[in-house]
Every structure is written in structure tokens, then in C-alpha cells.
């Protein structure tokens, strides 16, 4: 790739990713290309983004359906957030994560506006990352996680992605760029 002057790395990818918006494909193909730009980008391990659409699973099979109590009880069954995009290590988007209810875990919480936004840079200690394990296995250092909200202010998604390297302000700063497409 031929770099111009004064433009970064970080702008060329998002104008990268803004022609793939304006393109003539799918809303869940111009999806999963942000999460290939995060990923590609900001050399997360891998990114997600989950849409909030009605709940559809929870009396047919979703893990959250039968939970009563607990922070990861599903407390609001008319919506949930649907993985539709999944971007590095983790392409699959049927596995455990696929149903999200709001208020549960940090995709969740930040989905209900309990948190803006949720970013640590010590995944393996940090007490709201729940597999403190697994995070330490796959050598994760990072998480960072952003509301997607509508223009009339309603939270439409989640942005997340979690790095084996810890973010920088910069980074951020695109992150909160690729959340406010």
C-alpha cells in the first residue's frame, strides 16, 4: 500500500471501510466489514458487533432463557443483542455468545447504558471480565467495548473486540470512530 503524506494508517483504513459502507452489498456484509477493519486495523484477536433485534431464542434453546437470578438473568425478553459479525480468532457467530441479553455481561451492561462504553487493559485481573482463564490462555491483555446508538439516541448494537496488546489513546480514538459509523 502506497501511504500519503500526513495520512495515517488508521485514516486510510477508515476511508477503506467508508467506501465498503457506500458499497452496493448486504447490511450484515458492510458489518462484518468493521469488524474485519477493527481487527485488521487495531490488531485485536478479534472483534464483534451484536444488533439489538427482538428476543428470539429465549424460550427455544437460549442459555439466558432459563436463568432466574444472577447477572446473567435475561431482564428484558422482548429485545436482546443478536451476534450478527465476528472478525479474527473467532469467526463462528452461533456459539454460546450469539444471544446477549442487555444488562448481562460487559456487552450487555454497555448495551443497556449501564456503562457508555467498557475498556481494560488487564483483561486477566480486571473483576467485571468473568473468565479470567481463558483471557490469560489466549494471551489477551485487552477489552474494549462501545454502544452503537442510533441518531435518535437508542442503542442499536455493540462494538467490541478484545487485543493481545493494550490500546492507546489513539486507538481509542478509531474505535470510538468505527462505533459512531
Not at 500519503?4 to 467506501?19: E, F, H, K, M, W
Not at 472483534?47 to 437460549?62: K, V, Y
Not at 446477549?100 to 471480565?129: C, L, M, Q
Not at 482463564?133 to 477489552?143: D, I, P, Q, T, Y
Amino acid at each position: 500500500k502506497v501511504q500519503q503524506v500526513g495520512t495515517t494508517n488508521y485514516d486510510i483504513a477508515l476511508n477503506s471501510l467508508y467506501r465498503r459502507l457506500l458499497s452496493d452489498v448486504s447490511l450484515t456484509q458492510k458489518i462484518k466489514s468493521i469488524t474485519d477493519v477493527v481487527t485488521e486495523t487495531l490488531g485485536a484477536d478479534f472483534s464483534r458487533i451484536w444488533i439489538t433485534r427482538p428476543g428470539d431464542l429465549c424460550e427455544r434453546g437460549c442459555l439466558h432463557g432459563s436463568v432466574t437470578d444472577g447477572p446473567h438473568v435475561c431482564r428484558k425478553r422482548s429485545s436482546c443483542l443478536h451476534l450478527i459479525a465476528s472478525s479474527g480468532r473467532y469467526t463462528h457467530t452461533n456459539g454460546g455468545h450469539r444471544r446477549v441479553p442487555f444488562g448481562a455481561y460487559k456487552i450487555g451492561r454497555v448495551a443497556s447504558g449501564e456503562w457508555s462504553h467498557f475498556v481494560t487493559n488487564d483483561v486477566v485481573h480486571d473483576v467485571r471480565v468473568h473468565d479470567h482463564e481463558w483471557a490469560e490462555r489466549l494471551g489477551l491483555v485487552s477489552f474494549a467495548g462501545y454502544r452503537l446508538v442510533s441518531s435518535e439516541g437508542r442503542t442499536v448494537g455493540v462494538l467490541a473486540m478484545f487485543s493481545p496488546k493494550a490500546l492507546t489513546s489513539s486507538e481509542e480514538n478509531l474505535r470510538e470512530s468505527f462505533a459512531a459509523l
